[in-house]
Structures are given as structure tokens and as C-alpha cells.
């Protein structure tokens, strides 16, 4: 895995033959959960896609679900949800950062480009949407870590293909 930053990211996406552009993962990394989204073909529009469970001893399955992933939806990239704190080093932070290098380390995700965005608040505003819904707890949880996977990888879409037609105009 190769860390990008997140506009060269997109920026090398559009550069690709358009029939040969992949679609992104957006993921938030949680204790226990990994939520998933995946963008549309013209990387527009995110939607929920599942809830992986996580732990230490599967880094190697998980790795391999990814690989799935990868080849069924045809994805170039994955987007990480990391809490960007600039007052304190986070907990979260630490745990995400964690995550990626345990994937990289099964080295079978080798080449894939991969890119942080702030996560900051997306699980607290799924909370509040989903509240009203008096969901079962179980429901509740993979529900939030799937549409706050949505909420990183649309918030994502949105700035850089904004700014992706700003660029294009000037």
C-alpha cells in the first residue's frame, strides 16, 4: 500500500482512461468494526457497502476480503477515516494509523494508493439520523459504522471533485 495525498489521489484517478477509472473505499476504523462505503463508477456518490469485524488474528482475512473487494468493485483506492485533532494525539488516530500498517505489513494489498480525510464528527451525526429509528443495538452499530464510512468517503468526493472543477476552469 502507498500512501497518496488526497487530491493527487483523485487527480490521478481522472488522468486514467475512463473506462479503466476505479471507484474508492471509504472505510471507518473502529475498535471492533470496520465500516465500508464504496463511491459510484464517475466517483460522485458514496454508498454503505458492509461492516467487517475486526481483530489482531484476521488482519490476514481481512487483507484478503480487500483483495476481493478490489477485483469485484473494481476499486483504486481506499480512503481512511482519521480523526484529525490538531489540539491533542488521539487514540483513534493512533488505532487507524495502526490498522493501515497492519494491512500493509500482510502485503497483499501491495501497489494499492491509499489516502486519510478527517473523520471528525461523522459518527456523532449518524447517531443523530439513526436515533429516531429506535433500531436494535446490533442494527444500530453496523449501521452507524457503514454510514459513517458514507459520511468519510462523500465528504471526500465532494472537496476534491469541487476542487477538481475549479482547477479545470482556471
Request: charged share 25%; proline share 4%.
Amino acid at each position: 500500500m502507498k500512501y497518496v495525498k488526497p487530491f493527487n489521489l483523485f487527480q490521478d484517478l481522472l488522468k486514467s482512461n475512463a473506462l479503466e477509472r476505479g471507484r474508492l473505499l471509504g472505510l471507518d476504523v473502529g475498535d471492533k468494526y470496520v465500516g465500508l462505503a464504496v463511491s459510484d463508477f464517475h466517483n460522485k456518490i458514496a454508498s454503505p457497502l458492509s461492516v467487517l469485524l475486526r481483530k489482531k488474528s484476521n488482519i490476514d482475512l481481512m487483507a484478503g476480503d480487500f483483495e476481493s473487494l478490489i477485483s469485484e468493485l473494481s476499486l483504486s483506492g481506499f480512503i481512511f477515516g482519521y480523526p484529525f485533532d490538531r489540539q491533542k494525539a488521539s487514540p483513534n488516530a493512533v488505532q487507524v494509523k495502526l490498522f493501515v500498517d497492519d494491512l500493509c505489513k500482510t502485503g497483499k494489498l501491495e501497489g494499492l494508493r491509499y489516502t486519510f480525510w478527517d473523520e471528525c464528527y461523522t459518527t456523532r451525526l449518524v447517531e443523530q439520523l439513526l436515533k429516531p429509528l429506535n433500531l436494535h443495538p446490533v442494527q444500530s452499530k453496523t449501521a452507524m459504522d457503514k454510514f459513517a464510512a458514507v459520511g468519510i468517503l462523500q465528504g471526500y468526493l465532494d472537496f476534491v471533485n469541487k476542487n477538481a472543477e475549479v482547477k479545470s476552469t482556471e
